[in-house]
């Protein structure tokens, strides 16, 4: 059996920083615009990527339904890190985020698996997209970080397929965040999920594909 993709957490690590130098220019291009890239954010989802590596090197498939607690644990990461003790301070959060996601009416984490294993035979540029989309509509998989959280879930199937992981960058923000807004603010309804969300998920998926760069990816060697 041939090893497994990596991650190149160093690129990917550079990416995230220039993005973080030239966020307030990006900002002022978003049709909606966000809070800034605090060094805490750039820190977590550094520790959020190489989670998704050692998750490849141990080939897990992330929407299997043993390992769902995967993606809550993602989530944790981008929000709290990995120190025990910032963890201990947010434990309501994390109680209450952990209920949401297994028990959230309209979307929990049972919903995304079924829509994915529904569409496993997609391209995974489709299948990362429509869980992206799936997770960021409305109402959202978690409380908070869902942009983040997604960005890393997408990564892992890319990743998994050979394809290189999505990372932010100066180039391709502003193609990211708007369309993700667009999303943000749908909701899930019987109209949306047959019209609205299919053409959303479908102009996501050609986003991925033509902004991929191999640089972020190391190949099996």
């Known amino acids: 059996m041939s090893k497994p993709y990596r991650l190149d957490l160093k690129k990917i690590e550079r990416s995230l920083h220039k993005v973080q130098k030239e966020f307030e220019r990006i900002n002022s291009r978003l049709e909606v615009r966000r809070d800034p890239l605090e ?19 141990r080939r897990v498939t992330l929407l299997h339904r043993k390992s769902l607690h995967h ?7 981008v929000l709290c890190g990995q120190d025990p003790c910032v963890r201990k301070e947010f434990d309501v959060h994390i109680a209450a985020t952990t209920e949401r996601f297994y ?11 079924r829509w994915y294993h529904a569409h496993r035979d997609k391209s995974a540029w489709k299948r990362a997209a429509g869980i992206y989309i799936l997770h960021l509509s ?42 993700s807004t667009v999303a943000k603010l749908t909701r899930k309804s019987v109209v949306t999920n047959l019209w609205k969300l299919p053409k959303i998920r479908k102009n996501f998926a050609r986003f991925l594909k033509e902004q991929a760069q191999a640089k972020y990816l190391i190949a099996p060697r």
């Open 39 to 57: 060094d805490v954010i750039i820190e977590n989802m550094l520790l959020g990527y190489r989670y998704i590596d050692r998750l490849l090197q």
């Open 71 to 77: 993606i809550l644990e993602l989530n944790h990461i």
């Open 103 to 113: 028990s959230q009416e309209q979307c929990n984490i049972g919903h995304l698996a």
């Open 138 to 179: 409305q109402p959202q998989l978690f409380f908070e970080g869902n942009h983040r959280t997604g960005a890393l879930i997408m990564s892992h199937i890319l990743a998994s397929d050979g394809k290189p992981p999505f990372v932010l960058r100066v180039d391709n923000a502003e193609a990211y965040f708007n369309p």
